[in-house]
């Protein structure tokens, strides 16, 4: 399929062309046309299907069509969690419009306000927006929406999970009723179900599943070791493995500083990232990332959400996430763009617990590996594979129609193997192998076999992964 075969316009075509995209994305495929019908969407999308393109051509097309943009009015308003999502997402309107009359902007907290408004006073066609800073303007009568006609919520999951429907409901009781609404997410669940009633009207519903944010395409590792040990078998493992672009999460932002100042110490050029940190540190500390300056960026998962980085090689726990759909969005950060990732773990006895429920929730047991010098006092103890929990059906969205049924699309890639990766529980050659069930005994660090962890591959549980 080609992108013309969309129904998209000549400058955005061209403009496509310029970006380098030769086909559309599975999303892309299925959000343009139903956008471009001027139809309500309910999109299943995580980062790195090219969502942000699915919803933008057909709002730039749409927009495009009609008429001026009055003073401090916006014709269109895209919402995101995080600054960061929302700079990136006004950065590709931007090189879609290129051959388009319009003008966009974008406007998020932690900066200064006087510019925005300025901005915003010759009237916008597309605004991305964070609800607080949105709120903010239009308190200021910076910002009107009696011309309103597309309302976009991009990574509605999140929004809600950072506490956002308060400023979202305020918003959504400024806007005309009378409007287009697209809701992009990247889970359905009860709660998401329930925003999209109160937002959508009879809506087209899709889901996508990316080939490569799953667990399937990720080459998964754990290393079992002491809590106080974490940061200097960090730092080993980095220099050992000569890593040269790494995502480090950290669950806390003090700790995030922390790890980054160690690293830096230990002569790896880190920087944090997080909600504490100014604008412009955070997108110079990325910027910095991204050009190969700075080796290894810790982040907390907030501050991770929205960062486009292609093709990232390694993401590593430093600590794991307290919910398991976190691990999962975690490790989504890698392996993007058809490229396998991996993914490390370092996962000390007290976090038994989140290990059992990832596992549970990946339905797989993360294969274990040692790392010399840093055997653990404290064993993590083994853990079994639980059966999947039910996952509570979303509530139906009142529709009728038989675009209402979602249309998962699976790639059915089947995890692979390189076998690369030292360390691998060296002292047995059958675990480094091509395949993706291992066989054999593997040894500990204090020489002791104990029984090999099997990789299981269920279609079905994966399926959950993305919508649980
Ligand atoms: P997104 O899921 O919107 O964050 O997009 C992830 C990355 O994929 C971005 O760097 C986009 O520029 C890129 N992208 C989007 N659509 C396509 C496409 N059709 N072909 C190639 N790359 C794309």
New binding site residues.
Partial sequence: MSFSQLGLCDPLLKSIKE?G?????PI?QEAIPAILTGRDVLAAAQ???????GFALPVLQRLAAGPKTKANHVRALILTPTRELAAQVET?IREYKTHLRLKSAVVFGGVGINPQMKILRSGVDVLVATPGRLLDLYQQNAVKFEQLEILVLDEADRMLDMGFIHDIKRILKLLPAQRQSLLFSATFADNVMTLAESITRNPIKLAVTPANTTVEKIEQQLVAVDKSKKIPALTSLIKQQKWQQVLVFSRTKHGANRIAAKLESAGLPSAAIHGNKSQGARTAALKAFKDGSIKVLVATDIAARGI?I?ELPVVINLDLPNTAADYVHRIGRTGR?GSAGQAWSLVSADELDQLKDIERLIQQLIPRVTLDGFAPNQPLAESKLLPPKKIKKPKKAKNTSSEAAVKPQRTGKSHQRDGKSPQRNNNNPQRNGNNSQRSGKAADNDGQSRPPRRRRVNPQAKRKTVEA
């Fill in positions: 970006k995209y030769s086909s559309p994305s892309q980062t790195g299907t090219g969502k942000t393109a590709n486009d292609s763009a």
